[in-house]
T-cell receptor, first 110, second 112 residues
Framework: DGGITQSPKYLFRKEGQNVTLSCEQN?????MYWYRQDPGQGLRLIYY???????QKGDIAEGYSVSREKKESFPLTVTSAQKNPTAFYLC?????????FGNGTRLTVT | DQQVKQNSPSLSVQEGRISILNCDYT??????FLWYKKYPAEGPTFLIS?????DKNEDGRFTVFLNKSAKHLSLHIVPSQPGDSAVYFC???????????FGTGTRLQVTL
């Protein structure tokens, strides 16, 4: 059963700590994406990767970092430099098709 | 700069009636448009798409209309069902294999 797995579903961190959100897909998709959802602002693109070992900044990349060492995995690190890290983070993948999303990770930083 | 806009944050429709969700875009380079449906605490799921070479695409109860001159698209759901209650996001891209720009979403509530 193919899909995108984001873990954990809920994540809590103290301010000043870096945190890494996991995203794994077994759909054999080349492209992967990270979006952030905030109330009233829709989904905003953080980073995306179209092939292994390559990625590009999206519209709101400041304070985030990513890696794409394997086709299946695209982890997102929320660094202490991100001013408003509390949000719902969505990972997606595609291969000449509409984006297929995971079920998200809700990150709360206090 | 919001390139994709959904000006109605919410919409309430009676079961069995038509739901019409609207979306406007400003970037004339967009040529592929999609609608996603999202339930709380879940990822969005793809509903329907349309290429700029068409002005209408239909899939069961869902129809998307595209007016390129007005840079406007709409999603029609008929008949509306209680299970359609969700947030609907409009999205656009340059090409079918490109990153998507999303609107802010419209929350649809279908009442009995």
């Amino acid at each position: 059963d193919g899909g995108i797995t984001q873990s954990p579903k809920y994540l809590f961190r103290k301010e000043g700590q870096n945190v890494t959100l996991s995203c794994e897909q077994n759909l054999n998709h080349d492209a992967m994406y990270w979006y952030r959802q905030d109330p009233g602002q829709g989904l905003r693109l953080i980073y995306y990767s179209q092939i292994v070992n390559d990625f590009q900044k999206g519209d709101i990349a400041e304070g985030y970092s990513v890696s794409r060492e394997k086709k299946e995995s695209f982890p997102l690190t929320v660094t202490s430099a991100q001013k408003n890290p509390t949000a719902f983070y969505l990972c997606a993948s595609s291969h000449n098709s509409p984006l297929h999303f995971g079920n998200g990770t809700r990150l709360t930083v206090t | 700069d919001q390139q994709v806009k959904q000006n109605s944050p919410s919409l309430s429709v009676q079961e069995g009636r038509i739901s019409i969700l609207n979306c406007d875009y400003t970037n004339s380079m967009f040529d592929y448009f999609l609608w996603y449906k999202k339930y709380p605490a879940e990822g969005p799921t793809f509903l329907i798409s349309i290429s700029s070479i068409k002005d209408k695409n239909e899939d069961g109860r869902f129809t998307v209309f595209l007016n390129k001159s007005a840079k406007h698209l709409s999603l029609h759901i008929v008949p509306s069902q209680p299970g359609d209650s969700a947030v609907y996001f409009c999205a656009a891209s340059r090409g079918t294999a490109s990153k998507l720009t999303f609107g802010t979403g419209t929350r649809l509530q279908v009442t009995l």
